[in-house]
């Protein structure tokens, strides 16, 4: 299985993105998706995830700002990201997990905030 993310890019500051991740195949054995992200210099934090009832959690970086949710097929997560700060540049990747160990990820996506 291979996750593919998209939608990200260049964007000013306020500006908004939504990134997806897809799975290649249909898999219904993640009980959680979540969000991470590494900006240059730094080490990778979770932005966001959500559980298999669907209950969600988001960093205290971006609470209020970024939603995360997913496809009713479950091979689908997707990141709204709103009102976006330069602090938000990075390269984020979206990662299944069973039981809290990672079991797929994507090569990560660059979204650059900068006027």
């Known amino acids: 299985v291979q996750l593919v993310e998209s939608g990200g890019g260049l964007v000013q500051p306020g500006g908004s993105l939504r990134l997806s991740c897809v799975a290649s195949?249909?898999?219904?054995?993640?009980?959680?998706m979540a969000w991470h992200r590494q900006a240059p210099g730094k080490k990778r934090e979770l932005v966001a995830r959500?559980?298999?009832?669907?209950?969600?959690m988001v960093g205290d970086s971006v609470k209020g700002r970024f939603t995360i949710s997913r496809g009713s097929a479950k091979n689908t997560v997707y990141l709204q990201m709103n009102s976006l700060k330069p602090e938000d540049t990075a390269v984020y990747y979206c990662?299944?997990?069973?039981?809290?160990?990672?079991?797929?990820w994507g090569q990560g996506i660059q979204v650059t905030v900068s006027s």
């Open positions: 990662y299944f997990l069973r039981d809290g160990i990672p079991i797929y």
């Open positions: 195949e249909s898999d219904s054995s993640a009980d959680l």
């Open positions: 959500i559980n298999d009832d669907s209950t969600t």
